[in-house]
């Protein structure tokens, strides 16, 4: 049976390096051959007879395959984001998570018998290669605790992805990520064009790291910041605009925010945010636009104005409390009628007369309130009491 030949952990380690040397280059963009095969098979291979060999060199390749990702951390990834600024940094944020990526799927293939070898032979639950990078994070966090303390300690549960990455990099840069991308949102909002790829890319990196990352670190920013939004559009709109230029303007809106989500917001984003939007468009100034006796829903059944009363409906059907509101002012309004009408008509014209009135708000019932049970309680079964 041929022996393995034996190597030195200084010599083994600095052909490891220089072939790790030659990705990373390459992976900047520098001048590089390609790395072929041969090479891979060749660090392959080392990396296989130095822990396989007496000298078992396993623990040590283990911690240089964190330290390379760390140091390329370090020294590359953050200098280059911290001298970026705006849609710049967002950019680079997104060709370094990707450049991330690629080099953990190159080095975890070299590494791969480490992890067969060491990590899944291992008596005492050791993170794997893509989970390494989690101790930037205990570094970091868990002061009072060494690396290596809680890196053995059994009941200690590591979570996955790019660890270097997300603690080391993604935390430091995440908040002025979010402010920019909020900055970007707002400049659409308000009509401007902006590179919506980018956004998707960027966001994609918060929902890789998790929702719970994706809901945390962006979204919760974003609600709030659509929520102070509205609110000032709000109080604006109310005091330039009729109750149905105002209500075609918050159609508007919630037609562009669903369809920013559509572009590069998460899906489940869309509720929460047109929660916000109802909650500040439509909720917090039902009263003033609902009741406004120039031009709310009275005034506009007076004015036969059908389609603006089913752009009403249509707002307000989703929020049950105020769109019996709407129902309330429907019947207010024919009550009112019914009774200046029984005053001016005679006893033998009275019953056509509300005949009449039933069969003409009857028709806006069914043409703009689509049958709605709050508006034939309210149009049909009271009209003649």
């Not at 280059?80 to 940094?89: P, Q």
């Not at 572009?263 to 509720?271: I, R, V």
Request: proline share 2%.
């Amino acid at each position: 049976m041929a022996q393995h030949r034996h190597i030195e952990f200084e010599q083994g380690w600095s052909n490891i390096q220089k072939g790790i040397t030659k990705l990373i280059r390459i992976l900047e963009g520098e001048p590089e051959p390609e790395f072929h095969s041969d090479e891979y098979m060749n660090i392959y291979t080392i990396i296989y007879d130095m822990c396989n060999q007496r000298s078992d060199y396993s623990q040590q390749l283990y911690d240089k395959y964190r330290k390379v990702i760390e140091d390329y951390i370090i020294q590359t990834v953050s200098p280059s984001l911290r001298e970026k600024h705006d849609e710049d940094m967002l950019r680079d944020l997104v060709k370094r998570w990707d450049n991330h990526k690629v080099l953990v799927r190159w080095l975890s293939r070299l590494f791969h018998y480490v992890d067969r070898h060491f990590v899944l032979r291992s008596k005492i639950p050791i993170p794997t290669l893509d989970e390494v990078g989690l101790s930037c994070f205990l570094d970091l966090v868990c002061n009072g605790y060494s690396y290596s303390s809680l890196f053995f300690n059994p009941a200690y549960v590591f979570v996955t992805v790019h660890a270097n990455f997300l603690f080391q990099v993604y935390h430091e840069m995440q908040s002025t990520a979010t402010k920019v991308v909020l900055a970007l949102i707002h400049k659409e909002r308000e009509g401007e064009q902006i590179d919506r790829a980018l956004m998707k890319n960027v966001l994609d990196i918060y929902v890789e790291n998790g929702m719970g990352t994706y809901e945390e670190d962006f979204e919760s920013f974003m609600l709030e910041d659509t929520a102070s939004y509205y609110s000032r559009k709000a109080s604006r709109w109310i005091e330039e605009d009729s109750c149905s230029h105002y209500m075609l303007k918050v159609e508007e809106c919630l037609k562009r925010e669903r369809e920013r989500v559509t572009h590069y917001l998460h899906s489940s984003t869309e509720p929460k945010v047109v929660e916000k939007i109802q909650n500040e468009l439509l909720v917090m100034v039902a009263k003033n636009r609902l009741e406004n006796e120039h031009s709310g829903c009275c005034a506009l059944l007076r004015d036969d104005k059908k389609n603006d009363l089913s752009r009403i409906y249509s707002l307000y059907h989703p929020i049950p409390q105020r769109l019996g509101r709407v129902a309330d002012l429907f019947k207010k309004h024919i009550t009112e009628e019914r009774n200046a009408l029984i005053k001016q008509a005679d006893d033998a014209t009275t019953n056509q007369l509300l005949i009449e009135l039933h069969n003409k708000y009857m028709v806006y019932v069914t043409e703009c309130f689509q049958n709605h049970t709050l508006f034939h309680k309210g149009g049909s079964e009271k009209l003649f009491l």
